[in-house]
């Protein structure tokens, strides 16, 4: 998702100092934003009953990321992550409240602000995460 996005001139360097801003690394900020990403397509998933992940729209997983509370998203994680790396940083923010709270929110704002742009500038109507993918497979970049 970030790599498709990043295409945009300058994009990747605005979202870098908007993450140190807020105090957040920039690496562990793009870790969460893909995690986020995921789980706010989980419970977009969940509420269409939908029988598949690519068939999700894009402006619904945007809409679960500003439309249910952090504490909502942060119910679908799973109990252990396959990468240290994600399990750390999600660890870092999720249940410790006060700043954080405020950190998570604007990582969301974050995360709203790339899924509406990709779904805006996508050659599919109403694109999907499948649309997503297929677009990041299609331009040679990273997942």
Request: charged share 25%; hydrophobic share 40%.
């Amino acid at each position: 998702m970030l790599p498709l996005i990043d295409q945009e001139p300058g994009r990747q360097a605005r979202r870098h100092d908007n993450l140190r801003t807020w105090g957040i690394d920039p690496g562990v900020g793009e870790r969460l934003l893909e995690t986020f990403a995921a789980l706010a397509a989980h419970a977009a998933l969940s509420d269409a009953a939908s029988p598949a992940a690519g068939t999700v729209p894009l402006s619904a997983v945007a809409a679960a990321v500003t439309g249910k509370r952090d504490i909502e998203l942060l119910a679908g994680l799973p109990e252990r992550f396959t990468d240290d790396r994600d399990q750390q940083a999600v660890s870092l923010y999720a249940y410790k409240g006060g700043p954080f709270s405020r950190m998570l929110f604007q990582l969301s704002c974050e995360l709203r602000h790339t899924l509406t742009a990709l779904a805006d500038r996508s050659p599919t109507p109403s694109p999907t995460c499948a649309d997503l993918m297929r677009q990041t497979d299609d331009a040679g970049l990273p997942d």
